[in-house]
């Protein structure tokens, strides 16, 4: 198989996965709670990532973090936390799929800069027409899913 063509299956399924993880923790969180959900969620993940690590030997390498002086890259858990509470918040309120919208939106611009100025380690990637394009489509889009909750 197409190396590129796995990456676009693996990032498409990525996307179903948030979306539903994302329905399924709003649904919780109709029973337990906004931050019981995310609490449930974040225990479960604790588990799951423990049993991988026990039965992945060497794939926990703790001596390699980094010092405090790269404090960002300790940022991951928190960003996570707000994220999974963001999401449910925002669901019901918006719907699945205009929340999403805003969601992918604020990744495409996030992923637009980094990339472009090469932050954080990624590899630069300049701004050009093609993606340009790209994102008038993708706001286009944006607006007429926006739109098309409005009663005519």
Known sequence: MNFLLLEIIIGLSVGVMMTLQGIINTALA???GVYGSV???VVINLILITLIILYT???LALRNLPGWNKWYLYLGGVLGIFILTAIV???PRLGATQGFIYIIGGQLFASIIFDHYGLLGMEKAPVNITKLIGIIFFVMGA???TISKIKV
């Open 57 to 59: 030997p060497g794939s």
């Open 30 to 32: 109709n029973r337990v």
């Open 39 to 41: 609490f449930i969620g």
């Open 89 to 91: 918040i925002i669901l």
């Open 143 to 145: 607006y007429l899913v």
